[in-house]
């Protein structure tokens, strides 16, 4: 016995006429509208990028280095945007690492300054470029954070020396 069907289309058969089956694995060419409508960017991908893409600018560091802070305070926005993260990044690690006290406002508005920025940058070299963990940054930090410091002024300026050679050598 067959229903009347007054809302299908005529030429399209009903869906509980058609047999299921699995879909077949459909390839699109170049040339089809498709194609060209949604192009897929490999470059580009939503979410949280990975360590191995955050590390692919190791000059963050030397950047910040010549970014002049003429300011007192920088709001958690601008200090975030320097290191090129999310501010609940910046949140995590201040409650994570007793080094980083930042001054709160009335508001409670995290007002961070030239100190808490050498701190962050220290923290951000432990964590994005020397690959610790965050108990072995804690731990790193505890043990000598003066020695820690200083090994990265070392590094630093040993970068800006390793910079200063590359382009001597690109001139000759």
Do not use: C
């Amino acid at each position: 016995m067959h229903q009347l069907d007054l809302f299908s289309t005529p030429g399209i058969p009903h869906p509980a006429e058609v047999a299921v089956t699995k879909p077949a694995k459909v390839k699109v060419k170049a040339s089809s509208p498709k194609a060209a409508v949604a192009p897929i960017t490999p470059g580009k991908k939503r979410g949280r990028k990975s360590l191995k893409e955050l590390s692919e600018d190791p000059d963050l560091i030397m950047e910040l280095d010549k970014l002049v802070l003429d300011k007192q305070y920088y709001s958690i926005s601008e200090v975030a945007a320097m290191f090129k993260v999310n501010t609940s990044l910046i949140r995590y690690w201040e409650n994570e690492f007793d080094i980083l006290q930042p001054k709160k406002n009335r508001k409670g508005d995290r007002l961070f300054r030239q100190e808490d920025i050498q701190h962050l940058k220290l923290i951000y070299h432990l964590l994005r470029e020397r690959k610790y963990t965050i108990e072995g940054a804690k731990q790193k930090l505890k043990e000598d954070h003066k020695l820690a410091a200083r090994n990265f002024e070392m590094v630093q300026a040993l970068l800006k020396v390793r910079g200063f050679l590359t382009e001597l050598k690109d001139q000759l």
